[in-house]
């Protein structure tokens, strides 16, 4: 899966809004999250972790003008991806 999402502000401003929506997410599931890890290198994240039985890995780029996630997900989670990618 990859999607580009605008942000129209500074790198800086994106990379804060990632780091706020992913802490939200992973209080979301709380204690059913398992090995999660994440971690940034220049202006990507790399991300890995499990959730309700599934796996989740990939990455997130921020350009100047867009936030770009490259994931893989598992076949049983494509369901899913209509509001992973909303």
Do not use: C, Y
């Not at 398992?34 to 972790?49: A, I």
């Not at 599934?54 to 893989?72: R, Y």
Request: glycine fraction near 6%.
């Amino acid at each position: 899966m990859r999607i580009a999402i605008p942000h129209h502000t500074t790198k800086e401003k994106a990379r804060k809004v990632i780091d706020e929506k992913l802490t939200a997410l992973l209080n979301q599931f709380g204690g059913q999250a398992d090995d999660v890890q994440h971690s940034w290198s220049g202006d990507t994240l790399t991300f890995k972790g499990k959730a309700k039985g599934f796996s989740v890995e990939g990455t997130m780029e921020v350009t100047d003008d867009q936030a770009i996630l490259e994931a893989k997900l598992p076949f049983m989670a494509r369901p899913f991806e209509p509001k992973i990618s909303a």
